[in-house]
């Protein structure tokens, strides 16, 4: 079983910055490929990022390349996502997620994720 906590979110004008954190449990968590995924109001969950947990490979939903950023610290037992430039169509409910099944490349859908944290809400002004 793995316990996925995330923080972080808040409430930011247009242009700002946020970093979420997401802390897992576990002593395996160098082997977890990890992914941020986001849901807006009446909307269905989407694809923000990944790292795989080999090399740390990452990858990025075209619409936040170039502004965000996945990060993870092992010995940390944490995952990160660094988000500058928001704008308000990035405000949602944003969760990280673990994928146990050692894949190779970072895993890019939902249905690839054996574990999911409670979110956290990211709020972006404008």
């Known amino acids: 079983q793995v316990q996925l906590v995330e923080s972080g979110g808040g409430l930011v004008q247009a242009g700002g910055s946020l970093r979420l954190s997401c802390a897992a449990s576990g002593r395996t968590f160098s082997r977890y490929g990890m992914g941020w995924f986001r849901q807006a109001p009446g909307q269905e969950r989407e694809f923000v990022a990944a790292i795989s947990w080999r090399i740390g490979s990452t990858y990025y939903a075209d619409s936040v390349k170039g502004r965000f950023t996945i990060s993870r610290d092992n010995a940390k037992n944490t995952v990160y996502l660094q988000m500058n430039s928001l704008k308000p169509e990035d405000t949602a409910v944003y969760f990280c997620?673990?994928?146990?099944?050692?894949?190779?490349?970072?895993?890019?859908?939902?249905?690839?994720?054996?574990?999911w944290g409670q979110g956290t809400q990211v709020t972006v002004s404008s």
């Open positions: 997620a673990a994928d146990i099944d050692l894949r190779g490349p970072p895993a890019r859908w939902d249905y690839e994720y054996d574990y």
